[in-house]
């Protein structure tokens, strides 16, 4: 007997993994460590320099949507490329950057391309693979963010120790392109259809007709905008955005500043290391127990971060606070877009997606700002953490209600094609 070749869609989780490995660090968490290299080097502020990487993300803001809709249609293959190749000559350039100007403007260039070769592709690639094990699919494949953060951030402190802040963003950006050209072309598709294959559905079963009897929005983003369980879903998002941000961009101060840099240190790889494991709990429990109950932990386990952050003064509540991170943070990378995936049809799932990957670029932007403003104001963090408690529990009240309410958009497929012919009729 022939033996059944492996799904092809864990193969392109595995391509995931990689490129998120490499692509996601340089332009979220590894910014920093460039900071005192590039200032003392070259005379600008901290502000200045910082002011860069706010660019940079906040591109996403505006491109996410435009970035979901073009990656969506047949052109996939050759838009992903095409990107890549921008993003990876684009951090090898910035080594070569004389005028902080010159920085601004590739930082910008980045971010752009960024937002065609990150998170959204992959949330779309791993929602039109997978239907049975989506959960386990899209944890898996965002595990890469958090690899990626434990791979190279030492690589990249000792490459800036030993090569220079020039050489390391050439290093990186080459290293991007010999890895993540082969990625691009070779592994990823955006449909099974692509391969001449169909997407896992019940029972790990291939699916070879399509879902009838499954309930699904057959509503566009843009058609979207304006109802009410939307509404919820962007707010919550942005929310969820801003807590995260905030958490990933001021707790490595916090930490320090009450431990010292040594132990802040370790708190930082703590929940890097946990994320790992955090975002495939977070697909085992959509697997298991459905979205709602992923929803409640990665929402409420991030209220008791920040309850504890409250008292993080103390070493049992950081490192509480530090591992619970770990196992919640990726309420806007994994449950954001099983979230999405579970309410929309697959051609519907980008534009709809965009618009909530939009609300959360702008959180992310917003979030360790917000904390440092607050800070600044108060004299401490305790404000910020107070705040974030109640915006965790605000994405619960956001997010719950929202699902309830998207049931009056819900149809079937047969209905769908039922009122598309009573409609058709009509016309003609």
């Known amino acids: 007997m022939k033996k059944a070749s492996p799904f092809y869609g864990w193969m392109i989780v595995l391509g995931a993994v990689i490129y998120l490995a490499l692509s996601a660090p340089i332009a979220v968490s590894l910014t920093g460590l460039f900071a005192t290299a590039i200032t003392e080097d070259t005379g600008v502020s901290l502000s200045q320099f910082t002011l860069a990487n706010t660019m940079m993300q906040g591109v996403g803001i505006l491109l996410a949507p435009v970035a979901s809709r073009l990656l969506s249609t047949r052109h996939f293959k050759k838009i992903h490329l095409a990107m890549t190749i921008v993003y990876g000559v684009a951090i090898a350039s910035l080594g070569f950057s004389n005028h902080l100007l010159v920085y601004y403007l590739i930082s910008i260039l980045m971010g752009i391309s960024y937002v065609f070769v990150g998170i959204i592709p992959v949330a779309m690639m791993v929602s039109n693979w997978f239907e049975f094990q989506r959960g386990k699919a899209m944890s898996l494949a965002m595990t890469g963010l958090s690899v990626g953060g434990a791979i190279f951030g030492p690589l990249v402190s000792k490459w800036i120790s030993n090569y220079g802040w020039r050489n390391t963003y050439l290093i990186y950006g080459m290293m991007l392109l010999a890895i993540g050209i082969p990625v691009s072309l070779f592994i990823y598709q955006r449909l099974p259809e692509d391969k001449g294959l169909t997407k896992l559905t019940g029972n790990g079963k291939i699916n070879k007709s399509p879902v009838l ?200 497929n047969f209905e769908k094609e039922r009122r598309d012919a009573y409609a058709g009729t009509t016309r003609s």
């Open 213 to 412: 009897d499954s309930l699904q929005i057959y509503l566009s983003g843009r058609e979207s905008v304006g109802k009410s369980f939307f509404t919820l879903l962007i707010i919550g998002m942005l929310f969820a955005g801003l807590i995260n941000g905030g958490g990933l961009g001021q707790f490595p101060r916090a930490f320090t500043l009450w431990h010292g840099a040594a132990f802040g240190s370790l708190l930082i790889s703590v929940y890097s290391i946990v994320g790992i494991f955090g975002k495939l709990l977070l697909g085992w429990l959509d697997d298991k127990f459905g979205i709602k109950v992923a929803i409640i932990y990665s929402a409420g386990s991030l209220a008791l971060v920040y309850a504890f952050m409250l008292f993080s003064s103390q070493a049992w509540a950081a490192v509480l606070a530090a591992v619970l991170f770990g196992t919640a943070n990726s309420i806007g990378t994994v449950v954001g877009p099983l979230l999405v995936a579970s309410l929309y049809t697959p051609e519907n799932y980008a534009g709809a997606y965009g618009m909530v990957q939009s609300a959360q670029q702008a959180g992310m932007t917003l979030g360790s700002i917000t904390v440092a403003t607050i800070f600044d104001l108060t004299g401490g963090y305790q404000v910020a953490w107070t705040l974030f408690i109640v915006l965790a529990s605000l994405v619960l009240v956001m997010w719950l209600p929202a699902l309830k309410l998207s049931q009056k958009y819900q149809i079937t």
